[in-house]
């Protein structure tokens, strides 16, 4: 039986006209925080403003299933992050921190992507999701 989640998820991508793909990559450290090895999948959405495919680490708790369209949809970035200072303020991050300035750059890499493929209102509803 399919969660709320997973049918406002499914939703979205019918509203969106977005076409969801994964294919396991690989099963390795994803984090670089990470303590043990997790799989890692290429995932790519696709719709009629272009696709953006990118790599997914699955939770550790879900090792084995291959990741469902609200577990990767729930975790997209949905908010412009502004500033390198304040990215490190609101998550905690050191502003010294070459690790913190690599994520930033991927967060903002990541919206840039799905500001591309949807317009402010999708971006809306997608927030919804998580």
Same mark, same amino acid.
Request: charged share 30%.
């Given at each position: ?6 049918? *406002? /998820?499914?939703?979205?991508? @019918? ?21 043990? *090895? #997790? ?10 403003? @272009? ?13 084995? *299933?291959?990741?469902? /369209? ?21 998550? @905690? ?8 300035? #690599?994520?930033?750059? /991927? ?8 500001? #591309?493929?949807?317009?402010?209102? *999708?971006?809306?509803?997608? #927030?919804?999701?998580?």
């Amino acid at each position: 039986m399919k969660s709320e989640y997973d049918i *406002q /998820a499914e939703k979205f991508l @019918g509203d969106t006209n977005t076409k969801f793909k994964t294919k396991y990559y690989d099963y390795a450290y994803y984090f670089p925080q990470d303590k043990e *090895q #997790r799989e890692i999948y290429k995932v790519t959405l696709r719709n009629d403003k @272009g696709s953006y495919t990118f790599k997914f680490g699955q939770s550790i708790a879900n090792s084995g *299933q291959e990741p469902s /369209a609200y577990d990767v949809l729930s975790c997209l970035t949905k908010y412009n992050t502004g500033s390198f200072e304040e990215f490190c303020s609101e998550f @905690g991050y050191d502003t010294d921190s070459r690790t913190a300035e #690599r994520t930033y750059k /991927a967060v903002i890499k990541e919206y840039e992507n799905i500001s #591309r493929l949807f317009t402010e209102a *999708q971006i809306e509803q997608l #927030r919804e999701i998580s």
